[in-house]
């Protein structure tokens, strides 16, 4: 059966390495469970949770030196044959949630400074480019409010049933400028509307925003990031 996967990460990159690593020589070693052969995306949730805690446990509570922390959070989502396509955020201790009719989203990293344009706009029933669009209006807020948070933002959409890779865009840089009046209304108002903030992906405004294409093969597969992440399915 045809299947997809992408996982995004935020948290302690050593962690997140040896995930991925485990992932990688599962699938080569033919070992199961792996991404190759589990039957549900529910079930591969709850594989990467259990690597990711497995992993953590190296790292024994007494023997950690102030500050660090082996903690890392993981999106993870895609679709297995013609099963319905699904989107998870598993948490460091290893469980998940998934999106829900009241918040058709997960964000995992620093999350308070994007979280409200997500609120405010993203709904079950929003297009796929506008969710995407919100997503960089949501990034592009949190790197004006948390110096710690840059570019370079990574941007996937994946389209149900189609089991590829879909559009793939980098942005070295965000700037957006809010129409006159600012964002007012709920969501899918007219006024404030990310259509009217954020640049269509197919006319990329380079004056605000760098926007390049990456073909295939010539970036590495999004398996995961150090950055934060917010994917959005449909």
Do not use: W
């Not at 080569?28 to 992993?55: T, W």
């Amino acid at each position: 059966d045809g299947r997809f996967f992408t996982l995004l990460s935020a948290g302690n990159l050593a962690t997140t390495q040896a995930v991925v690593a485990r992932l990688r020589r599962d699938i080569r070693d033919g070992n199961a469970p792996s991404l190759a052969n589990v039957e549900r995306l529910r079930d591969a949730a709850d594989y990467i949770g259990g690597i990711s805690r497995d992993i953590q446990a190296r790292y024994a509570a007494e023997d950690r030196t102030p500050g660090f922390s082996p903690e890392a959070d993981f999106i993870f989502g895609g679709q297995i044959g013609d099963q319905p396509h699904s989107l998870f955020h598993i948490y460091a201790a290893g469980n998940h949630v998934s999106p829900t009719a009241l918040a058709p989203f997960v964000q995992i990293g620093e999350q308070k400074y994007g979280k409200p344009i997500l609120d405010r706009i993203v709904a079950r029933s929003t297009d796929l480019e506008t969710a995407a669009r919100c997503a960089l209006v949501s990034m592009d807020s949190t790197m004006r409010s948390n110096a710690t948070v840059g570019p370079p933002v990574e941007v996937l959409l994946y389209r149900r049933d189609s089991q590829v890779e879909g559009d793939r865009l980098l942005f070295e840089g965000l700037s957006f400028k809010l129409p006159p009046g600012g964002i007012e209304g709920g969501r899918d108002a007219g006024v404030g509307h990310p259509h009217q903030i954020a640049p269509g992906f197919d006319r990329p405004h380079r004056a605000e925003t760098e926007m390049v294409a990456i073909p295939r093969g010539v970036f590495p597969p999004p398996v995961v990031g150090d950055h934060d992440d917010e994917t959005f399915f449909r």
